[in-house]
């Protein structure tokens, strides 16, 4: 009997020492193919941003785009090189980034697959600050008058971007102490958004109405998404808020995983939920200020790299966060280059490539499969 006992208990033993063993070899198999994947990705975007070097209408060889890049070549194609492409590669590869993880921390802090960067009302909020400041104060140059001379003392060049990021932070902090109020509601979150970005869009609309045509026809064209208005300085910038995102999203990875099995068991797990979706809403909603202050408004990039990262990998933030950045710095470049090349001399808005390439993407993704199974 006590022999029959113990043949039991080894049998026992043995089959779960089987399963953790499963368990250990699925679990080296899927980081294996993570890494894999990851590399690949990133290795597509050096790849697009050595491509999207040497695209544009300037007739420059490959040859003279790597001289250029050692600076041995004409200074015409030296500048180009160095004080226009690298630095609107820099804005793809920081505001790609920076535009993907935000909207994956949206739709992980709020519980919605449809939730973007600006969810709070932050692109409406900077598109009117940017018309008070072309329309009402004639984006920066008002002080210079009519007088040639007084535009390198009067002018301020940032004046538009500043006013921009101003009304963004203004509408993230308005809507973040509204829902204060609420404990942080993913619901109310969402509503609260859309109410103040229609109260923006309302002003953006009235204020445009007494401009003049001009005025109309400037503050129009900066709301394009424009990689070209890219600067060392402004690439700096992004970077930073960027780099402090992003970083402090990985060392909260964990978290945001115990958020993704519900409040309440984020909660039981000792997690503060309401201070967690407080700082990634502001960090995310900062970073897609700041980027939107500087480069007009870039659509879907926030909402589809965040829906292909999951796809492919899972929704562990430890790999979802490195690889959202990554794709959506490739995704980015990808719709630089389209608008460089089919721009006949001039560049197409970056903004209107990304929305042309990932609206169809965007439409299959919501009618595939697993999504309507999840609907």
């Known amino acids: 009997m006590g022999c029959r006992r113990m043949s039991g208990m080894q049998t026992v033993n043995e089959e779960a020492g089987r399963l953790i063993m499963n368990a250990w070899l699925g679990m080296k198999r899927k980081s294996k193919k993570n890494t894999l994947i990851i590399l690949g990705m990133f290795a597509a975007m050096l790849v697009m941003a050595l491509i999207c070097l040497f695209v544009g209408s300037s007739n420059m060889s490959i040859f003279d785009g790597f001289a250029a890049l050692a600076k041995k070549s004409t200074p015409a194609f030296n500048r180009i090189i160095w004080n226009i492409r690298i630095p609107r590669i820099l804005a793809a590869v920081i505001a790609g980034a920076g535009l993907s993880v935000s909207g994956l921390m949206m739709q992980t802090t709020l519980n919605n697959s449809m939730a973007s960067p600006s969810t709070l009302g932050v692109s409406n909020a900077a598109v009117f600050g940017a018309n008070l400041s072309i329309i009402a104060f004639a984006g920066g140059y008002l002080s210079t008058g009519n007088n040639l001379k007084n535009y390198s003392i009067g002018m301020n060049p940032y004046a538009t971007s500043v006013l921009a990021?101003?009304?963004?932070?203004?509408?993230?902090?308005?809507?973040?102490?509204?829902?204060?109020?609420?404990?942080?509601?993913?619901?109310?979150?969402?509503?609260?958004?859309?109410?103040?970005?229609?109260?923006?869009?309302?002003?953006?609309?009235?204020?445009?109405?007494?401009?003049?045509?001009?005025?109309?026809?400037?503050?129009?064209?900066?709301?394009?998404?424009?990689?070209?208005?890219?600067?060392?300085?402004?690439?700096?910038?992004?970077?930073?808020?960027?780099?402090?995102?992003?970083?402090?999203?990985?060392?909260?990875?964990?978290?945001?995983?115990?958020?993704?099995?519900?409040?309440?068991?984020?909660?039981?797990?000792?997690?503060?939920?309401?201070?967690?979706?407080?700082?990634?809403?502001?960090?995310?909603?900062?970073?897609?200020?700041?980027?939107?202050?500087?480069?007009?408004?870039?659509?879907?990039?926030?909402?589809?790299?965040?829906?292909?990262?999951?796809?492919?990998?899972?929704?562990?933030?430890?790999?979802?966060?490195?690889?959202?950045?990554?794709?959506?710095?490739?995704?980015?470049?990808?719709?630089?280059?389209?608008?460089?090349?089919?721009?006949?001399?001039?560049?197409?808005?970056?903004?209107?490539?990304?929305?042309?390439?990932?609206?169809?993407?965007?439409?299959?993704?919501?009618?595939?499969?697993?999504?309507n199974n999840r609907c």
């Open 165 to 371: 990021f101003v009304f963004s932070l203004l509408s993230i902090l308005l809507i973040l102490g509204l829902c204060r109020m609420r404990s942080f509601s993913p619901n109310v979150v969402v509503l609260a958004g859309i109410a103040i970005g229609s109260v923006w869009t309302a002003a953006t609309t009235i204020l445009q109405f007494y401009a003049t045509d001009v005025g109309i026809s400037a503050a129009v064209i900066w709301n394009f998404g424009d990689l070209g208005r890219a600067t060392y300085k402004t690439d700096v910038i992004m970077f930073a808020f960027v780099a402090v995102g992003i970083v402090f999203f990985m060392l909260m990875s964990w978290h945001f995983n115990a958020l993704l099995s519900g409040e309440m068991t984020a909660k039981s797990m000792g997690i503060n939920v309401e201070i967690l979706r407080f700082l990634a809403l502001l960090l995310a909603s900062m970073i897609t200020a700041v980027c939107v202050s500087f480069l007009g408004i870039i659509g879907f990039i926030g909402i589809i790299c965040p829906h292909v990262t999951k796809r492919l990998i899972g929704q562990d933030h430890r790999v979802t966060v490195p690889l959202s950045a990554i794709s959506g710095s490739l995704l980015l470049l990808i719709a630089d280059t389209f608008s460089r090349s089919m721009g006949n001399g001039s560049a197409l808005p970056v903004g209107a490539i990304t929305s042309l390439l990932g609206a169809p993407f965007f439409i299959a993704i919501i009618f595939s499969k697993k999504e």
